[in-house]
């Protein structure tokens, strides 16, 4: 083993200034110069910065599109899931309470409608995106507080939904942060 | 056609067509024949001359592996300490605490051999200084320390008669200097133009639109991710793995992730049909290993397609309801996809929480962690098949009443006796350490410990069960996924899985290294009409039994105590 010990001691380091300096110093450069510049990528609106685009933000008004639920409370700063798993008997009973809030806020709609992802938690408790049908069923609730007509609103939802890539791989999705943004604009216009 | 469903046959189809033209590039490298990337020699010996290596002289496998150890304790003593006085290093700027003496022991050994699994969560538990100088390179090492140990024993497999396999040093910088590095530069560009950050500024504190106050944790993150599936590794930068939409932010990203912890494992399989001139025993390892990741699949994708009953009973929309614990810009196919192939492989990363899915796909990941050969980790994946391959050889030549040979050279009982310690030590290891925690769960639930165990378990009944099993599992196969729900950072935790850690590590090394360097010194037997041909089909059913035997009998009373039992409580 001695014999190994000075060349181990001697490629170790030479390796951590391989692959953790000069790799990843290389990549943050490479970062500089793509969208957000490497620090992520950050929303604005009339200049301000009001979140990121990729971390769900809590909206707790009912005048707005709300993000899915989350298990640590929207802190990006500890994501984190549920971890409850499809038996247990609390986690379900959280689940029928989280359906009847979501039909006491939302009168008139198909409780048959109501998409799974608007009941239970995210796996990141971050997670920026509603499916289509989770925006389109919340569009009632908006256009009754905000006096427009809900088929301005599902124009909103559709045109801000984006496509699965290439059109053919993966889900459609809507960037709640970005959708409520066009929603406040569409109000002052 | 359902575009969950195309994006993930997709993924698959872009992993094999990536895996050929790489397996061929590996063995060529690993031939010493010419390839494109020769230009990096004279890299190559820059490093080795400034650590005082001759690459060139042969080693036997016994000084390889005591190469490998030596390295691998200085890793492991140098990581400690680090990971406990990361508070008064650099690179901290969230001014995160050193980490407790058991949390540094088994994050350490975690990474060290490979596992990654994280008893802290990344946003608290560790500085950026720690994130890349001590788990980053233990991802580049410890992806590299096993292909050298698997090209050992490919060099013992296409030796006739030797007692000397290569060197250790020379195919462990090479796995760097030639894939792992390339590769992970390239992973990580294409995370960094889709959002994933690369700066080494701190958290960041934003007022949303409705005038919270909320913090951001960010960092160096699409350096690690791109190695963190390359090297089969898993451990990612946030607490949510790739489920965070830092880590894993778009479609495109998924299966950029997804192909970077298959594509290696698979092509190392074609590499060795390459290599050995016998693409014919390759096609079939791989035709085998295919067909059981399949037989875990399809009941995976099933289950969380049905979704939750018990959520559909509450009489909301019934399609897609096993959305707790997963993201909307994957959705349900992929994530089961996802899950498939991280426990088959020995990655263990996640685009989802493993503690909210369906029964059926914690049993099938515990079952792909516990066969822990259906591709596999790199390099320890096919020395896993290898172990079994040897075991078949043996059953296959006492049935038909001929010698056991594999690759010209006889399998005889000290090599059995080996490939019988390491097949068996995985059930034991999994098993004696579930029963103990088990034991102190239930008699001891009160103990005076920091953290009671009372307080261990996330969910109640099987599934709880299923938690404490998974744990073990999962460090036995060096996979590192977890049931979050399971409190794991305390002493306890912390230790029995450091121990289960190392011994999991190295001796399923170890003892398939040791086979191939003993059976390359013996002599070489030409293949004649009474050999047992190795490169069949029949061959090739005749390790998947032996595989389904081990995994079976071993391990059926615990999976029915814990995801099967499970399933069928549910309505």
């Not at chain 2, 912890?261 to 390759?282: E, N, R, S, T």
């Amino acid at each position: 083993m001695k014999k190994y010990l000075l060349p181990s001691l001697r490629l170790t380091l030479v390796l951590l200034i391989l692959l953790c300096v000069i790799y990843p110093l290389f990549i943050m450069l490479v970062g500089k110069v793509t969208p957000g510049g490497g620090d992520g990528v950050k929303v604005y609106r009339n200049g301000k910065v009001v979140g990121y685009e990729n971390i769900a933000q809590a909206f707790k008004s009912d005048r707005y599109f709300q993000p899915r639920p989350s298990a640590v409370n929207y802190n990006a700063a500890g994501s984190g899931a549920s971890n409850a798993g499809p038996t247990n008997p609390d986690y379900l009973k959280k689940v029928q309470a989280a359906i009847d809030t979501f039909t006491v806020h939302n009168p008139g709609i198909n409780k048959s409608d109501i998409p799974a992802e608007l009941v239970t938690a995210s796996g990141s408790g971050l997670d920026p995106d509603l499916s289509p049908e989770g925006a389109n069923i919340q569009a009632k609730r908006i256009a009754r507080l905000r006096n427009i007509p809900e088929q301005d609103l599902l124009k909103l939802v559709d045109e801000h939904t984006e496509k699965p890539l290439f059109g053919i791989f993966g889900p459609a999705k809507v960037n709640v942060l970005k959708l409520n943004i066009a929603l406040d604009d569409l109000h002052t216009h | 056609m359902n575009t969950e469903i195309v994006g993930i046959v997709a993924t698959y189809g872009i992993t094999l067509l990536l895996a050929i033209p790489l397996g061929k590039y590996i063995a060529k490298v690993f031939a010493a024949e010419k390839v494109w990337t020769d230009f990096l020699k004279p890299f190559e010996r820059f490093i080795f001359r400034l650590s005082g290596i001759d690459s060139t002289k042969e080693m036997n496998w016994k000084e390889q592996m005591k190469a490998m150890l030596t390295i691998s304790s200085i890793w492991l003593i140098y990581a400690f300490f680090a990971l406990i006085y990361q508070d008064k290093l650099p690179l901290n700027p969230d001014h995160n605490l050193g980490q407790t003496p058991d949390l540094a022991f088994n994050t350490a050994i975690s990474f060290l051999v490979n596992c990654n699994i994280q008893d802290y969560s990344g946003e608290t538990g560790v500085t950026y200084f720690t994130q890349h100088f001590v788990l980053m390179f233990f991802h580049f090492t410890s992806a590299a320390t096993a292909i050298a140990a698997m090209m050992v024993i490919y060099k013992g497999l296409k030796e006739k008669s030797v007692t000397t396999l290569g060197n250790f040093w020379d195919f462990f910088v090479k796995s760097i200097t030639r894939f792992l590095l390339p590769l992970s530069v390239l992973i990580a560009i294409i995370l960094a133009f889709n959002g994933t950050p690369t700066s080494y500024a701190g958290k960041d504190t934003v007022i949303t639109m409705q005038g919270d106050t909320t913090q951001v944790s960010r960092g160096p993150v699409a350096a690690l991710v791109a190695i963190k599936h390359l090297g089969t590794n898993g451990g990612g930068w946030f607490g949510a793995n790739s489920a965070h939409p830092l880590e894993c932010p778009n479609y495109l990203t998924y299966m950029v992730e997804m192909i970077a912890q298959l594509v290696i494992p698979i092509a190392l399989i074609f590499a060795l049909g390459f290599y050995l001139k016998k693409k014919k025993l390759a096609y079939i390892i791989f035709g085998v290993m295919t067909f059981g990741m399949l037989l875990l699949f399809i009941p995976t994708i099933q289950g969380e397609m049905h979704g939750n009953s018990a959520i559909a009973a509450m009489g909301i929309n019934p399609t897609n309801t096993a959305m707790e614990g997963k993201e909307v810009r994957f959705g349900i196919p992929a994530t089961a996809y996802w899950s498939t192939q991280t426990t088959v492989t020995s990655t263990g990363s996640a685009c989802g929480a493993h503690d909210c899915y369906m029964p059926m796909t914690t049993g099938a990941e515990l079952m792909a962690m516990m066969v822990n050969c259906f591709y596999g980790g790199c390099g320890v994946g096919f020395m896993n098949y290898y172990i079994m391959i040897i075991i078949a050889v043996f059953i296959s030549g006492l049935m038909v009443g001929r010698t056991p040979e594999f690759m010209g050279h006889k399998v005889e009982a000290r090599e059995m006796k080996i490939a019988s310690i390491a097949a068996l030590l995985h059930p034991f290891l999994i098993l004696s350490f579930t029963a103990l925690s088990c034991y102190v769960l239930v008699n001891l639930p009160n103990i005076h410990w920091a953290f009671q165990p009372k307080n261990w378990l996330g969910n109640p009944g099987y599934h709880g069960f299923s938690e404490m099993l998974y744990q073990y599992t999962s460090c036995a196969a060096n996979n590192g996924s977890a049931m979050g729900g399971l409190t794991a950072n305390n002493v306890f935790w912390n230790v029995t899985t450091g121990v289960v850690l190392l011994f999991s590590r190295f001796i399923p090394i170890i003892g398939p290294v040791a086979i191939a360097g003993i059976m390359a010194q013996k002599k070489y037997i030409p293949e004649s009409a009474g050999t047992l041909k190795t490169d069949t089909g029949t061959f090739g059913v005749m390790t998947l039994a032996v595989i389904i035997i081990i995994a079976a009998l071993a391990f059926f009373p615990a999976l029915a105590l814990g995801p099967f039992a499970e399933f069928f409580s549910m309505k």
